[in-house]
């Protein structure tokens, strides 16, 4: 598997404080995700990025912002949280974009109370 | 909404019976790709399909690609334990955004 750690694992906390979510990966893979899975819905994309600086958001991205200083890190960010953002959230990152195969992180669950 | 659909979300086999899980796209794929999430873990690749009408075998698993790059199966032939968990479409809609389907959980009964 490809080197990618996410950090907090586990986090509770509550509404209106923020949280940040770090995905830190080894592999020197251009394409980081973001996604968030709550029963019935999978695995929707929050946000993503494409390299260094350069992020676009994904399909529930209200809430959320992301940012990505160094090609290793990528960072999520509820700014204000919500009991709608408790969920389990995944990174994962592609060294090929759409050509390629997506490596997942061990996953971070927030809860918010 | 959900651009990426999968049927049925859940599924419970005798073990040795065959498993189907089925996903559709509302647009076009260049590509779509399948993951397993094993019960507490994270997903993870199993397979690529790139042309149209492709058809591409893993031991007991089948996956199939359909003619207009819409629609995708994967087809599970008798089942064991050890493929419990839930299965996984995805995409590329725009870009190189991954759209993943809903998912199918799969429950295999000893």
């Known amino acids: 598997d490809a080197g990618i750690t996410q950090s907090p694992r586990h986090k509770v906390t509550e509404t209106g404080t923020p949280v940040t979510l770090r995905c830190h990966q080894t592999e020197n893979h251009r394409y980081m995700y973001w996604y968030r899975q709550d029963p019935g819905h999978g695995l929707r994309l929050i946000h993503y990025s494409y390299g260094v600086k350069d992020t676009d958001k994904g399909e529930v991205s209200d809430g959320y912002s992301v940012s990505r200083s160094k090609t290793e890190d990528f960072l999520l960010t509820l700014e204000s949280a919500t009991s709608s953002q408790t969920s389990v959230y995944f990174c994962?990152?592609?060294?090929?974009?759409?050509?390629?195969?997506?490596?997942f992180g061990e996953g971070s669950r927030l809860t918010v109370l | 909404g959900q651009q990426v659909m999968q049927i049925p979300q859940y599924q419970h086999v005798q073990e040795g019976e065959d498993f189907t899980t089925y996903c559709n796209s509302s647009t076009t794929l260049s590509n779509i790709q399948w993951y397993k999430q094993r019960p507490g873990g994270h997903p993870v690749f199993l397979i690529q399909?790139?042309?149209?009408?492709e058809v591409k075998k893993q031991k007991r698993l089948t996956f199939q690609f359909g003619e207009a790059k819409k629609n995708s199966s994967l087809h599970i032939t008798a089942t064991q334990t050890t493929d419990v968990g839930t299965y996984f479409c995805a995409g590329p809609l725009t870009g190189n955004q991954f759209y993943f389907g809903t998912g199918t959980s799969l429950t295999v009964i000893p």
């Open positions: 994962a990152t592609s060294g090929t974009g759409d050509t390629g195969e997506l490596f």
């Open positions: 399909l790139v042309k149209s009408g």
